[in-house]
């Protein structure tokens, strides 16, 4: 499984994320800074956590604009699977490849800490070597996790299986406790906690690392 | 040609910064205040003279960019 990860100004998580993708994979990903747009074909993109462009103007406003994320809009239209951690899920919020928008926490904190939450949807390539309803404990770090659409939105992601993941308990003001979401083609997936902090127990816990097994024996 | 935007977040939207401003006002003694909400200013210098064609570049620059239309609106206005 051959995977890129797209590196920005501000990027934080790339590293964490090639290496948890090593790991688990068995293959370097490919680091794509954002002016190299013209990258080879991947099998997986993924979006890492950060301060992208030290979140000017809105989180994910202006990598959302980029060159590369052209690219990356292209591909994964195309269904290359794609996925945003954190600054990456505000990214791809501000594409439009996933809906709705993350907001200021409602309490205004930075919110960092593992959080629970529950695994909705087993039935994307993002999620299921886990069992359906299973709680998982996956760290957050972020100011702008306060997930919001429509009241129609909602309703849709929640009808049509496009939430995979919610936090038990409210952290940061997100509508319906959201932590995740896919496209309705399912071949994206951003989501606020951090999987890629959390596979092996040296890090504290494992409970990442199903989400990058589905997705490699899916791939492979 | 000068372009005043302004952004701010939609009716409906919970706007924590804004009720963070609003607490604040009320425990300096500032009263009557009775909701703060708070926005985006962003001033363009524009190249262009033909005020409908400013007009016209500048909303899309709101759609495209200067505003998130999930969740705020935007405001002209030129001179």
Redesign the interface.
Known sequence: MKSAVIVFPGSNCDRDMAVALEKITGTKPLMVWHQDYDFETVDFIALPGGFSYGDY??CG?MSA?SHVMKEVIKRANDGVPTLGICNGFQIL??TGLL???L??????HFVCKDVAMTVENTDTLFTKDYAGGEEIIIPVAHHDG?Y??DDDTLDRLEGEGQVAFKYTSDIN?AQRQIAGITNARGNILGMMPHPERMIEPALGGSDGRKLFTSLMNTLN | MKARIHVTLKNG??D??GK?IEHALGNMGFDGVNEARQG?FIELELAETDREKAETAVDEMCR???A?T??ENYSIELE
């Open positions: 103007l809105r406003a604009r919020t501000e809906p709705g928008a907001m200021r926490n409602a309490n205004l306060n919001f659409a003001g | 939207v919970l924590p910064q963070a985006k495209k960019l200067l998130n999930v969740i």
